[in-house]
């Protein structure tokens, strides 16, 4: 199986920060990585896929980078809306074998 | 519009059976593969089971394997779980989700609202 590690865990920022979340594979996935965000009570929401590729309708303040076994999340410039968990998702796994990262909150400082 | 809806979610003693169902509506079913996610309370995200968008090819997580299986019904737009031997540690809010491909990259771009399962005695 391939394991997925975000760091941290838990993340406080305030509106308008520079927020940066990582994720590891245990082993080379490529570019097949992609990152949802939830917010409680609500199912997950596609944010940026293979990487890098913003999905329609997400701001342009996230952005996704990495390949192989490092990636990452960026929020350039934090809003309220944006508190909230974000995983990670490897789909490289064949046959699939889908894992996702254990989660980042991210909170108000 | 793209819309994912569970149901079949519920309270049932441990040994028991229970079947999801998710109705799908707003895009060609018979086109698209779909998965099944679950989150127990308060946890991250378990990928479950998938079925490829001609029912040919189902696939499951270790945790569920010979006790859970995954089904769809063209006709119906619907795709199914059948959860049997449930355990307590099989609690959770049951997402379908569907998965899209873009060139060779996949991404669940469209998510059910969840259904409860609670398993206790």
């Known amino acids: 199986d391939i394991q997925m590690t975000q760091s941290p865990s838990f993340l406080s920022a305030s509106v308008g920060d520079r927020v940066t979340i990582a994720c590891r594979a245990s082993?080379?996935?490529?570019?097949?990585l992609n990152w949802y965000q939830q917010k409680p009570g609500k199912a997950p929401k596609l944010l940026i896929y293979a990487a890098s590729n913003l999905e329609g309708g997400v701001p342009s303040r996230f952005s996704g980078s990495g390949s192989g076994t490092d990636f990452t999340l960026t929020i350039s410039t934090l809003q309220p809306e944006d508190f909230a968990t974000y995983y990670c998702q490897q789909t490289y796994s064949s046959p699939p074998e889908i894992t996702f990262g254990q989660g980042t909150k991210l909170e108000v400082k | 519009q793209v819309q994912l809806v569970e149901s079949g979610g519920g309270v049932v003693q441990p040994g028991r059976s229970l079947r999801l169902s998710c109705a799908a509506s707003?895009?060609?079913?018979?086109?698209?593969?779909m998965h099944w996610v679950r989150q127990a309370p308060g946890k991250g995200l378990e990928w479950v089971a998938v079925i490829w968008y001609d029912g040919s090819q189902q696939y499951y997580a270790d945790s569920v394997k010979g006790r859970f299986t995954i089904s769809r019904d063209t006709s119906k737009n619907t795709v199914f779980l059948e959860m049997n031997s449930l355990r307590a540690e099989d609690t959770a809010v049951y997402y379908c989700a569907r998965v899209k491909y873009s060139s060779y990259w996949s991404y669940f771009d469209y998510w059910g609202q969840g259904t409860l399962v609670t398993v206790s005695s």
């Open positions: 082993q080379g996935i490529s570019g097949h």
């Open positions: 707003g895009f060609n079913f018979g086109f698209y593969g």
